[in-house]
Antibody, heavy 121, light 106 residues
Framework: QVQLQESGPGLVKPSETLSLTCTVS??????????WSWIRQPPGKGLEWIGY???????KYSPSLKSRGTVLVDTTRNQFSLKLTSMTAADTAVYYC?????????????WGQGTLVTVSS | DIQMTQSPSSLSASVGDRVTITCRAS??????LNWYQQKPGKAPKLLIY???SLQSGVPFRFSGSGSGTDFTLTISSLQPEDFATYYC????????FGQGTKLQIK
């Protein structure tokens, strides 16, 4: 059974950089069958996709992030990570990591439990 | 970005009811449409992918249909555990989600 677990700080100051890690168990981040994603959800609001990293290391990001996001993969630790720079209160959200399966279409088939990140001084 | 619009935003129904939620894309997305269920404090759960394919383990009372710009999620007979928020998501281009439909007990 695949499991994903987010870890990182629950509180970040405005203008600082958020760093989150997703640890994958029951599957390999090196698998060519999947790729890996971050999604966030502001309190009481809907879901927003942040970015992907493919097994090749290629990445794709939401244009709304305005180049603030970076997703990396660490195959030795079976983890992938998110860095989001220049944090503001608008970035306060529950951050989820998820696995993406691409068959007829891409879909998020496994999710972490989510971690709440609050941006406040 | 492709905008996804769900209707209604909220819905009250009773156990045993048949419920339909609609999702409309701002441009054609073929059948690149997924549906998720989210309960309070939990991560979303995949229900339907590619517009009408049922994810393994999801009850058969859930079904999806549509193509192009208009899609529907139908729950044939509501069960108590189905009261949740439902999101559509397009995967034709950079993923975007609908705003959600909150299904409440009448």
């Amino acid at each position: 059974q695949v499991q994903l677990q987010e870890s990182g700080p629950g509180l970040v100051k405005p203008s600082e950089t958020l760093s989150l890690t997703c640890t994958v168990s029951g599957g390999s981040v090196s698998s060519e069958s999947y790729y890996w994603s971050w999604i966030r959800q502001p309190p009481g609001k809907g879901l927003e996709w942040i970015g992907y990293i493919y097994h090749s290391g290629r990445t794709k990001y939401s244009p709304s992030l305005k180049s603030r996001g970076t997703v990396l993969v660490d195959t030795t630790r079976n983890q992938f990570s998110l860095k989001l720079t220049s944090m503001t209160a608008a970035d306060t959200a529950v951050y989820y990591c998820a696995r993406v399966l691409a068959v007829a279409v891409d879909y998020f088939d496994y999710w972490g439990q989510g971690t709440l990140v609050t941006v406040s001084s | 970005d492709i905008q996804m619009t769900q209707s209604p935003s909220s819905l009250s129904a009773s156990v045993g009811d048949r419920v339909t939620i609609t999702c409309r894309a701002s441009q054609t997305i073929s059948r690149s449409l997924n549906w998720y269920q989210q309960k309070p404090g939990k991560a979303p759960k995949l229900l339907i992918y590619a517009a009408s394919s049922l994810q393994s383990g999801v009850p058969f009372r859930f079904s999806g249909s549509g193509s192009g710009t208009d899609f529907t999620l139908t729950i044939s007979s509501l069960q108590p555990e189905d009261f949740a928020t439902y999101y559509c998501q397009q995967t034709y281009s950079a993923p975007t989600f609908g705003q959600g439909t909150k299904l409440q007990i009448k």
